[in-house]
Structures are given as structure tokens and as C-alpha cells.
């Protein structure tokens, strides 16, 4: 299956319901359409992190989305935290988490219930099947 490394916390307002992250900005756009495993990856700075925090916590209008932006960092990077489906590439779009030159449509999340330590790559990378398969 396919994977998309994405770094926190935008990972994490992805397959969150109550954030709902509906696009993926990229530089390059992408033909693939389907169910793509949501890969989170290891690569943070803190500072960076915090200012996309309150760049969600504009966009949603709350006063603040996670109380501890940690608790969702360290423990999940390099890991396969969920999957989501890509029904479309855009170069425009009303969805306020549009802001890239390319936008990956996102549907239908699915947050898994145990994090699957697995190496990222740039780009779509393949996941064996026997990765997914819980212990």
C-alpha cells in the first residue's frame, strides 16, 4: 500500500475528526486517487510545530487545538498513524486548509487505534503488507 509522510502537526489534523483537515499541500501535484497510509514523520522542530499549531487554532477559531503538542510528537514520529483517502488534486479550493500550490483532497480518515513504527521516504513510498498486520 501507499504511504505519505507528513510532518506534525499536520498528521494529526488529519486523521483527528474534530479538526478535519480536508487538503495536503504539496509543490507537485499527483494522478493517484485511492487510500493512502498516513505516515508521521520523524522530522520536527518545535518552534516550526507551535507556529502551525496556531495557524490551525486561526483556522478552526478555537483558543487552542491540543493543550500539549508534545503528547502527539515524539511518541508518533516515524510511524504509520493512519490512512485517508485522496479523491482529487487541486490548484484551488475554498477549504480553508488550502494554501499550497497543489492540494491533495483528503476523505474519509481513519486514526489507528496502535502506531506502526516504519521508516518514511519523500514522496508516495510502499508499505508491505505484512507491516500492517498487528501483532
Given amino acids: 500500500m501507499k504511504a505519505l509522510s507528513i510532518r506534525a502537526p499536520w ?3 488529519i486523521i483527528t475528526p474534530t479538526i478535519g483537515k480536508d487538503i495536503e499541500n504539496r509543490d507537485w501535484r499527483t494522478n ?3 487510500r493512502v497510509l ?11 510545530v507551535m507556529d502551525d499549531l496556531w495557524t490551525i487554532q486561526r483556522i478552526l477559531k478555537v483558543d487552542d487545538p491540543t493543550k500539549d503538542h508534545a503528547k502527539f510528537l515524539k511518541p508518533f514520529g516515524g510511524c ?3 490512512s485517508v483517502e485522496i479523491v482529487d488534486c487541486v490548484t484551488e479550493s475554498r ?8 492540494g491533495f ?4 480518515p481513519v486514526a489507528f487505534d496502535k502506531a506502526i513504527q516504519f521508516k518514511g521516504a519523500l514522496g508516495f513510498f510502499e508499505v508491505p503488507d ?3 498486520k498487528y501483532e
Fill in 11 to 13: 498528521w494529526w489534523a
Fill in 80 to 82: 504509520i498513524v493512519g
Fill in 105 to 108: 483532497v483528503l476523505k474519509n
Fill in 38 to 48: 498516513i505516515h508521521a514523520g520523524k522530522w520536527y522542530k518545535d518552534l516550526e
Fill in 130 to 132: 505484512e507491516v500492517l
Fill in 32 to 34: 493517484f486517487r485511492g
Fill in 95 to 102: 477549504s480553508p486548509w488550502f494554501f499550497g500550490k497543489y
